[in-house]
């Protein structure tokens, strides 16, 4: 690679210096976004609403942003074999602790077998053990807390793209909306290296979103610039998105329905339902800028929010 | 928020600050300029510890053994004298003339005795000026007269003396001259190390000497040109052990006594390391024969308070506080300090980006490595954690609940505590065992929290964090433990308020931390990598 820097003379190591201030003067670190965008626009009582699937979930159905369909909720111990009944003869639903983090204590169940079911990623769950995971979700062992409630979800079938960039796993779509606007988006896709999670920091890949246009544009993988996903081979820059003014419509209606200004928007587009919300977060992580190469403090800018 | 609730809160902000800043700054300056508060008095001072080893083998008859015990005079304090001595030997400390001496008298002995002799000195240093104009007086108090005296060793009136002396002109002229004419000509005596005495004469003669030697001569020529002069002997403090003494003298100069070392060129004066433990032309030990003594000096240093500071920090003496509600010296500066060391861990989060464990564990852990000092803190901390986190990955199997785990660790780490300890206690590590000061349940939490981010985000996860942990109790243990930072913060207490400003400052900083420069590079280098 060649560019016109190589012989444009040096120049002076203060004004170098000064332009990489003012490039950094935009970048949100943890203590500014704790400060500017969450203290200020995020009441701690509301955290709850966020953390708790199944409070959040409720509240986005009664006014009606689309969700993935509830299959059964367990409130503790002594609903563990209700919802054993419920899921009997069911395929294709998904197990989730309700305050869990990271992904931790989510199974996605595929099919059925003689004793019990097989996960999407092909291991076979007899029963006893999905009933020993649904009382572990109930004493909290993936929630920190002291006790948690078991949601289940019917599995969300991705729409041909997001199957395309991954097949084995949901792709999730995040937006960041501050005060009503859409800040930044990218889309998570999982990799092997990540176990099928689409966390960035489990191996991750992020896919940075134009807002306008719901097109792709810049993808990051382990902090390196990828054009495809580096397993699959799939070509992951310059594609559409599939409903994406339906995509940031559900996102902006999420975020009106929570009281809650500054919030990660978590959703996963099925090709039954449309776009879904998997979950909302009150303190998205920052990750999204170098997914994007753009600042929070250019996003804020160009919404006149700063 | 809007526009003018967010000018709001800035606005508050500054007030609390500009309060929290304006109280300490007043009551800094007027403890300053009205109370006489000296900020030279903050820094600590070296506290040495010496301990006389002297071994023996016992005999037939009475064993007599004798030393010299150090006296307060205006260079040196003593305190915390200790001995200890087989039953049968019996110890006093005695006045002689101008020294203490420390005694062991008593029944035969068996082979292979130890005596121990130990005290702490705070030593400081003096220095002298001699008015040029001074002139040698005509007579002096009858208890000086002595010190002009001709003895065996210090031959005033040997010719050769004499001689010399007119030589170098110190036979006339004001004292300065003469004082500094003598110190030259000892001082430039050859050295050489010899066993056992010289005297004045044979050192003048040979042209070389070793220290006692050329204190000998310089108070043989002071004597001649009539100055009163005499030899000091005492121990150069440094940390380790050594067998060897060391001789200076002293000159009465207009009513004092002024310090000349010539054999390590100290010209009216004494570095703040010199112990002064006898005057006069003694013998170091005396002691009954054919006993086979032996003896070793050790010395260990360690930083104090300066006792002006305690004396004169006098308004809100949190120092007399302590003292009269009979808590240890070193809770307070535990407790004292616990702020400081929070602030430094909100620098290194907060400013910096170093993951920790909890927020203020590793000031606790810094509060307790005092008793231990760094490298074996260091070492009990990787000790303790160590096993505890072997044994969480134990009990990781029985799959039990949270607190009785909890409870399980905690008893872990006491066990681990105590057989550190143990092993500390069979290899002399005195430092290592007093790894019980170490907060148990802060060990146990540190070890579960370092368990947990190992099972649930792996090991390089963990080793930041821990590592992370390490580098942070470091940074508080450096500044939690600077003597300088303890006596200004008893003296001065209202800095604690100052945190608590720079606290709120931090609290609303917005800055990049350091690391985060690192994270988000590509966004203000501009430049781009593609794999």
Redesign the interface.
């Known amino acids: 690679m060649s560019n016109s820097t190589d012989i444009a003379p040096r120049e002076p190591w203060w004004r170098r210096w000064q332009?990489?201030r003012e490039?950094?003067a935009p970048?949100f670190?943890?203590?500014?976004r704790n400060?500017?965008l969450v203290y200020?626009?995020n009441d701690r009582r509301h955290y709850p609403l966020a953390d708790d699937k199944i409070l959040c979930k409720e509240l986005l159905q009664k006014i009606g942003v689309p969700v993935a369909p509830t299959v059964a909720i367990g409130r503790g111990l002594f609903e563990v074999d209700s919802v054993l009944t419920t899921l009997r003869d069911r395929v294709g639903f998904v197990v989730k602790p309700a305050s869990g983090s990271?992904g931790?204590g989510i199974v996605v169940i595929g099919e059925r077998t003689k004793d019990g079911w097989r996960t999407a990623k092909g291991r076979d769950i007899p029963v006893h053990e999905l009933r020993q995971h649904l009382a572990n979700i109930t004493?909290g062992t993936f929630s920190k807390g002291l006790e948690d409630r078991i949601l289940i979800e019917e599995r969300i079938i991705p729409h041909a793209l997001y199957d395309a960039f991954w097949p084995n796993g949901v792709c999730d779509l995040r937006i960041i909306v501050l005060r009503g606007k859409p800040l930044l988006s990218m889309v998570r896709v999982p990799t092997r290296r990540s176990g099928g999670r689409a966390n960035l920091h489990q191996g991750g890949i992020g896919v940075a979103v134009d807002l306008r246009e719901g097109i792709t544009y810049r993808a990051l993988?382990q902090g390196?610039?990828?054009d495809t996903h580096?397993e699959s081979g799939e070509p992951l820059l310059g594609r559409r998105l599939p409903g994406w003014d339906a995509c940031v419509d559900v996102a902006l209606g999420a975020a009106s329905a929570v009281p809650l200004g500054y919030l990660g928007v978590d959703i996963a587009v099925d090709h039954r339902w449309g776009p879904v919300i998997l979950e909302i977060n009150a303190r998205p992580g920052?990750e999204i800028?170098?997914i994007c190469?753009?600042?929070l403090g250019e996003a804020l800018a160009r919404e006149g929010l700063s | 928020m809007s526009n003018s609730t967010h000018e709001r809160l800035r606005r508050l902000t500054f007030a609390v600050l500009a309060v929290l800043i304006l109280i300490p700054t007043t009551a800094f300056v007027y403890k300053v300029t009205v109370l006489d508060y000296r900020l030279a008095n903050i820094l600590p001072q070296t506290e040495y510890r010496v301990s006389l080893r002297m071994a023996l083998d016992g005999g037939d008859g009475r064993v007599r053994v004798a030393t010299y015990a150090p006296a307060d005079d205006v260079r040196q304090t003593i305190r915390d004298e200790s001995q200890s001595a087989p039953q049968v030997l019996h110890h006093t400390i005695e006045a002689e003339g101008l020294n203490r001496q420390a005694i062991w008298l008593g029944a035969p002995v068996p082979d292979d005795v130890e005596l121990r002799y130990e005290f702490s000195a705070v030593l400081s240093a003096v220095d002298f000026a001699i008015a040029s104009d001074l002139e040698v007086p005509e007579s002096y108090p009858a208890a000086v007269r002595e010190f002009l005296r001709p003895t065996d060793a210090i031959q005033v009136d040997a010719p050769e003396i004499r001689e010399r002396l007119h030589a170098i002109a110190a036979d006339r002229g004001p004292l300065a001259g003469r004082i500094r004419r003598i110190y030259d000509a000892s001082e430039e005596l050859g050295f050489r190390t010899f066993k056992g005495t010289t005297d004045a004469l044979t050192a003048l003669r040979l042209g070389e000497a070793s220290c006692n030697g050329k204190s000998r001569l310089f108070v043989a020529l002071a004597r001649a040109a009539g100055i009163p002069a005499r030899l000091v002997g005492g121990l150069v403090l440094e940390s380790g052990s050594k067998r060897t003494s060391h001789q200076w003298v002293e000159a009465y100069v207009a009513g004092h006594w002024v310090p000349f070392d010539p054999t390590n060129h100290h010209y009216a004066g004494l570095p703040s390391h010199y112990l002064t433990l006898y005057r006069g032309d003694e013998a170091l030990f005396r002691h009954t024969g054919e006993i086979n003594f032996d003896y070793m000096f050790t010395t260990r240093e360690r930083l104090v308070p300066s006792p002006e500071a305690r004396a004169s920090f006098s308004a809100f003496n949190v120092w007399d506080l302590f003292a009269r509600l009979n808590l240890p010296a070193a809770l307070l500066q535990t407790v004292l300090m616990l702020p400081i060391g929070a602030l430094v861990v909100v620098l290194f989060r907060n400013v910096v980006g170093v993951p920790t464990f909890g927020t203020f564990l590793p000031a606790l852990i810094a509060a307790a490595m005092g008793a231990t000092g760094l490298r074996w803190g260091m070492v009990s901390i990787l000790v303790v954690t160590g096993s505890v986190v072997a044994a969480r990955l134990g009990l990781q199997r029985l799959q039990l609940l949270h607190s009785p785990t909890l409870a399980i660790l905690l008893t872990v780490v006491v066990l681990s505590m105590l057989g550190t300890s143990m092993v500390a206690d069979r290899f002399d590590l005195e430092e290592l065992a007093r790894v019980a000061h170490f907060p148990i349940a802060v060990m146990a939490i540190v070890a579960e929290n370092l368990y947990l981010v190992l099972a649930e985000k792996g090991l390089r996860s963990g080793l930041k964090h821990f590592g992370g942990t390490l580098v942070v109790v470091l940074a508080c243990y450096l500044v939690m433990n600077s003597m300088a930072m303890q006596v200004l913060v008893i003296g001065f207490p209202e800095v604690l308020l100052l945190v608590i400003a720079a606290n709120i400052y931090l609290g609303r900083w917005v800055g990049v931390r350091l690391i985060e420069l690192w994270r988000f590079r590509r966004l203000w280098r501009g430049e781009e990598a593609r794999a």
């Open positions: 332009r990489a490039r950094l970048v670190g943890m203590n500014r400060v500017e200020a626009h990271g931790d004493f993988s390196q610039l990828v580096p920052l800028q170098n190469g753009r600042t």
